[in-house]
C-alpha cells in the first residue's frame, strides 16, 4: 500500500538549514531513499524544516514512515512530504513508483541515495541469498532506481549516492562485510561512471563513502561499539552537501569519517 502525500509546515522560528547566503531558496523537489530509519530519515527530517522543499521518502516500513511523518509533522511548516512504502528491490514496479511520484512533482533537484543493506557474516558462510540480499538493495537498486529518476532530473541538479568507507580502496576492513563493502565500492565506482555519463546534462553525481554512525546498520557491524557520528550531525552534512557539493564537486567519492569504524 502506497500512502498518499502529507502536507506539513514549520513554525516561523524554526532554524533554517541554509546558511549560504547564495544559495537558492525557491523550491526544492527532493528524494530520499532508505527514509524509514537511521540516516535517511534524519536526512528527511533536516531537509523538510525548510519550507522551500518537497520531498519523497521511500522505505518498506510502514510503521518507519508514519513515525517519521509524525515526527516531521511536529517540526515543520510548509514542507511537503509524500511517504512511499516501496522495496527497492521490486524492479517491476518501478514504473508505478515513477507515476507514484510524478503525481507529487514533475521534476526532481536532489536525490540521495541512501538505501542500504549491511548483512554481517564471514565470507565461508556467505551463501548466494546474502550476496543478492546486499547487492540488490545496494547496487542493482541504487543502479536502476537512479536510472528511473534520471529523466525527471532538472539541470543543475544532485545525484548523491551513499556508500561507506569500507567501500574505498585501501582503508582499514573489517572481518564479516566483505559482501557489504565490495557492494559500497560499487556504488563509488559507479558514481565516477555515471557523473562522465552525464557531464553533458548538467547533473552532478558524487559519492560519500560515510564513516560510522550510530544506527541499527553500525550495531550489526559493530555489536556493541559507540559510532563516534550520531545520525542528526551526519544528516546536516549530507543535507548540506547535497544542497550545495555539487558546486564543487562532481564524480568524487569522498570520505567523511573521523574514526575507525
Ligand atoms: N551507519 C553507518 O555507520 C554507516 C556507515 C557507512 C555507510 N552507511 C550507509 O548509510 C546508509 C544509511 O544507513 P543507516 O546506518 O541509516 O542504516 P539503517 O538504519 O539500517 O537504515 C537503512 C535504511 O534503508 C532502507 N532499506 C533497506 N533495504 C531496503 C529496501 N529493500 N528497499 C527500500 N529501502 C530499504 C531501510 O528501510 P526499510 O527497512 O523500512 O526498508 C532503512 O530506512 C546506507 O546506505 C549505509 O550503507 C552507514
Do not use: W
Not at 12 to 18: G, I
Not at 210 to 216: A, E, P, R
Not at 239 to 249: E, L, M, S
Amino acid at each position: 500500500m502506497i500512502p498518499d502525500g502529507i502536507f506539513l509546515s514549520l513554525p516561523k522560528n524554526q532554524n533554517c538549514l541554509y546558511f549560504y547566503p547564495s544559495l537558492k531558496l525557491e523550491l526544492m523537489n527532493i528524494i530520499i531513499t532508505g527514509a524509514s530509519k537511521g540516516i535517511g530519515a534524519e536526512l528527511v527530517k533536516t531537509l523538510c524544516k525548510h519550507k522551500g522543499n518537497q520531498i519523497v521518502a521511500l522505505a518498506r516500513s510502514v510503521d518507519g514512515l508514519r513515525r517519521l511523518t509524525a515526527e516531521c509533522q511536529k517540526l515543520n511548516s510548509s514542507c511537503k512530504i509524500m511517504t512511499i512504502e516501496f522495496d527497492l528491490v521490486h524492479f517491476d514496479f518501478y514504473p508505478f513508483i515513477l507515476q507514484k511520484i510524478e503525481t507529487f512533482f514533475h521534476r526532481c533537484d536532489i536525490l540521495v541515495n541512501n538505501a542500504g543493506k549491511l548483512i554481517n557474516r564471514s565470507f565461508e558462510k556467505t551463501e548466494y541469498q546474502d550476496f543478492d540480499d546486499i547487492y540488490n538493495v545496494n547496487v542493482k537498486g541504487l543502479y536502476f532506481f537512479t536510472q528511473m529518476i534520471l529523466p525527471i532530473m532538472n539541470k543543475g541538479g544532485h545525484i548523491v549516492n551513499i556508500s561507506s568507507m569500507g567501500g574505498v580502496t585501501g582503508s582499514k576492513k573489517f572481518p564479516g562485510l566483505s559482501a557489504y563493502s565490495s557492494s559500497k565500492a560499487a556504488v563509488a565506482v559507479f558514481t565516477e561512471a555515471l557523473a562522465e555519463e552525464l557531464k553533458e546534462s548538467e547533473i552532478s553525481v558524487n559519492c560519500l563513502a560515510l564513516g560510522g554512525v550510530h544506527t541499527d546498520m553500525f550495531e550489526k557491524a559493530f555489536p556493541g561499539i559507540k559510532a563516534l557520528q550520531s545520525t542528526p550531525q551526519m544528516a546536516q552534512f549530507i543535507a548540506d552537501f547535497a544542497v550545495t557539493g555539487n558546486r564543487f564537486f562532481n564524480g568524487k567519492v569522498i570520505p567523511v569519517s573521523q574514526s575507525v569504524p
